[in-house]
């Protein structure tokens, strides 16, 4: 099984849209957990930090349930913009950085 | 100028040529990271370093070795490529756990 687990997408939704991400880590000491954006095989870039209890920057809210070991992403009303690959990341109690292989958005007009 | 510097941006290579992949940043962060990244695959760890004198591997070192020169400077090698070592490399940093990482622009290795 592998450490972090996020479903590849693509999700491919109408401008103005809703639309939710799930990752999944098997390690219950994993410390700390980030979203990042990729655009087309660029570096990744933060989109947020995931906090227990949940947080929020503008369209976009991540939330972390440490019982089940998963973290959200979730975008609301979205733009054109918002079409990349969002990787979900985990802080492991060793201090590496652990990526899932990431989910596709597409956002069409 | 960017903060974490990757050189050579593109490079094709031969199988069993040695090439270095060169890191360096201007953060003046302790802890860098080596990482490839293959279609479908999202990125995976190769080496990590917390500081000069800590190198550990990561999920996918064979083949590879690394040297960290300065706390500025982590390199990565290849001793002999083969090719399926291409990929895009990233090299990241951050300053302590539970930190933001900052990446490199990537270094595009195809080893024919």
């Known amino acids: 099984r592998k450490e972090v687990e996020q479903d590849p997408g693509p999700f491919n939704v109408p401008e103005g849209a809703t639309v939710a991400f799930n990752c999944t880590y098997s390690?219950?000491?994993?410390?700390?957990f980030f979203w990042y954006r990729q655009d087309c095989r660029k570096e990744p870039k933060l989109l947020m930090s995931v906090y227990s209890s949940g947080n929020e920057d503008g369209r976009f809210t991540a939330q972390l349930n440490r019982a089940s070991q998963y973290i959200s992403l979730l975008i609301r009303d979205s733009k054109l913009s918002d079409s990349a690959t969002y990787l979900c990341?985990?802080?492991?109690?060793?201090?590496?950085?652990?990526f899932g292989q990431g989910t596709t958005l597409q956002v069409k007009p | 100028d960017a903060d974490v510097t990757q050189t050579p941006r593109n490079r094709i290579t031969k199988t069993g040529k040695r090439i270095m992949l060169e890191c360096s940043q201007t953060k003046g962060h302790d802890r860098m990271y080596w990482y490839r990244q293959d279609p479908g695959l999202g990125l995976r760890l190769i080496y990590y370093?917390?500081?000069?004198?800590?190198?550990n591997k990561g999920e996918i070192s064979d083949g590879y070795s690394v040297s960290r020169q300065a706390q500025a400077k982590f390199s990565l090698s290849l001793e002999s490529a083969i090719p399926n070592q291409t990929a895009l490399y990233f090299c990241a940093t951050r300053p302590e756990e539970n930190t933001e990482a900052f990446f490199g622009q990537g270094t595009r290795l195809t080893v024919v």
């Open positions: 370093s917390f500081d000069v004198k800590d190198i």
């Open positions: 390690n219950s000491a994993s410390q700390s």
């Open positions: 990341v985990v802080n492991s109690h060793t201090g590496k950085l652990i």
